[in-house]
T-cell receptor, first 114, second 110 residues
Framework: GQQVMQIPQYQHVQEGEDFTTYCNSSTTLSNIQWYKQRPGGHPVFLIQLVKSGEVKKQKRLTFQFGEAKKNSSLHITATQTTDVGTYFCAGYGAGGTSYGKLTFGQGTILTVHP | NAGVTQTPKFRVLKTGQSMTLLCAQDMNHEYMYWYRQDPGMGLRLIHYSVGEGTTAKGEVPDGYNVSRLKKQNFLLGLESAAPSQTSVYFC?????????FGPGTRLTVT
């Protein structure tokens, strides 16, 4: 079945440093989503990428979808303590619907030291 | 709007006991999902529903049953709880695409 791998599992940074997490799928994806989960909280939707090579920005966050639609990345510029949490990527398999089985990566736990 | 709500928030069961987790959404979403979250495992899909009266198996359905009798509610049942079902359970709903999660239920089976 479809597998989505995320690296690194953990990342510790000093406030102000940049952070990147990578997501790789074993199969081609129709789209990819990113979620953030604060400690003790629930996942919150950040963004969805659909097109090959797509790049989207949200303030200090930059999301990319690979040309082959099998990988994605999230980059945070100049991290702040409010960025602390677990970042998940999740994808729908190519040829599937946008409401069926969304496969999540294991997540990257980000710690920001002030 | 309350969004997605889950009851209960916490529960402790003994092995072999049964229980039902309730998920409710007030956003008129067609699609609803049940996930479990374990350390280092991410979110794994248990069952999902694409509309009232429908259910389908996800990645880890064994030991769980679900029902979607009303569009706004999605119930997850454990008929005979096992320690391996100790986890945090999240419900989510979706109009199509992005998913909206509830606050979660922390279940411990002893």
């Amino acid at each position: 079945g479809q597998q989505v791998m995320q690296i690194p599992q953990y990342q510790h940074v000093q406030e102000g440093e940049d952070f990147t997490t990578y997501c790789n799928s074993s199969t081609t994806l129709s789209n990819i989503q990113w979620y953030k989960q604060r400690p003790g909280g629930h996942p919150v939707f950040l963004i969805q990428l659909v097109k090959s090579g797509e790049v989207k920005k949200q303030k200090r966050l930059t999301f990319q979808f690979g040309e082959a639609k099998k990988n994605s990345s999230l980059h945070i510029t100049a991290t702040q303590t409010t960025d602390v949490g677990t970042y998940f990527c999740a994808g729908y398999g190519a040829g599937g619907t946008s409401y069926g089985k969304l496969t999540f990566g294991q997540g990257t736990i980000l710690t920001v030291h002030p | 709007n309350a969004g997605v709500t889950q009851t209960p928030k916490f529960r402790v069961l003994k092995t072999g006991q049964s229980m039902t987790l309730l998920c409710a959404q007030d956003m008129n979403h067609e699609y609803m999902y049940w996930y479990r979250q374990d350390p280092g495992m991410g979110l794994r899909l248990i069952h999902y529903s694409v509309g009232e009266g429908t259910t389908a198996k996800g990645e880890v359905p064994d030991g769980y049953n679900v029902s979607r009798l009303k569009k706004q509610n999605f119930l997850l049942g454990l008929e005979s709880a096992a320690p391996s079902q100790t986890s945090v359970y999240f419900c989510a709903s979706s109009p199509e695409g992005e998913q909206y999660f509830g606050p979660g239920t922390r279940l411990t089976v002893t």
